[in-house]
C-alpha cells in the first residue's frame, strides 16, 4: 500500500511501486487530465507537481511520490489555475488541446516562481513541453495575460 496526497486529498493505493505516476493518477484515480505523450519524459504532456515541483509523470515511479503532494491540472490551485484558463481562452491558445494541461501545469510553477516573466523566462520554463500544433507564441502570450490577471486581483 502507498500512501500519497493528491490534490489535497490522503490516499492509499496497492499498486506496484514500479508503477509509472502517470497510470496511477489516470487508471487508478480516474483524473484524466494528465495526459499520456511520449512515455519517454520528452514531450510534458504528463506534466503533474510533486510538492510544487514540475515532474514528468511517465517516468516517476509511484514510489517517489510516496509520503508526498501530488497535484494533477484537476487539483491545481484557483489562484494560478483560473488566470491561467482565462488567458489560455483569451489568446485562443489550444488546437488539438492534447499538450495544454502540460503546458498549463509548467506555466503555473513559472507564475508561482516568478509573478512577471519576460519572454526568455518563459521560453526557459516551457522548453520541454511540446506542441506539435506549434501554438508557442500564444502560449507566451498567454502566460503574460495569465500574469497580469494575477497581479490584477491581489
Known amino acids: 500500500m502507498t500512501k500519497l496526497t493528491v490534490n489535497g486529498k490522503d490516499i492509499s493505493v496497492e499498486v506496484h511501486p514500479d508503477t509509472p505516476l502517470l497510470w496511477v493518477v489516470r487508471e487508478t484515480l480516474g483524473l484524466t487530465g ?3 505523450g511520449c512515455g519517454m ?3 510534458g504532456a504528463c506534466l503533474v507537481h510533486l510538492d510544487g515541483e514540475a515532474v514528468r509523470s511517465c517516468v516517476t515511479p509511484l514510489s517517489r511520490a510516496e509520503g508526498r503532494r501530488v497535484t494533477t491540472i484537476e487539483g ?6 483560473g488566470p491561467l484558463r482565462q488567458a489560455w481562452v483569451a489568446e485562443d ?3 488539438c488541446g492534447y499538450c495544454q494541461s502540460g503546458q498549463i501545469m509548467a506555466a503555473a510553477v513559472l507564475l508561482k516562481e516568478n509573478a512577471s516573466p519576460d519572454d526568455g523566462d518563459i521560453d526557459d520554463a516551457m522548453a520541454g513541453n511540446i506542441c506539435r500544433c506549434g501554438t508557442y507564441p500564444r502560449i507566451r502570450r498567454a502566460i503574460h495575460l495569465a500574469a497580469r490577471i494575477k497581479a490584477e486581483a491581489k
Not at 76 to 81: E, F, G, K, R, S
Open 41 to 43: 519524459a520528452q514531450c
Open 34 to 36: 494528465t495526459k499520456y
Open 93 to 95: 491558445v489550444p488546437q
Open 76 to 81: 491545481l490551485d484557483p489562484v494560478l489555475a
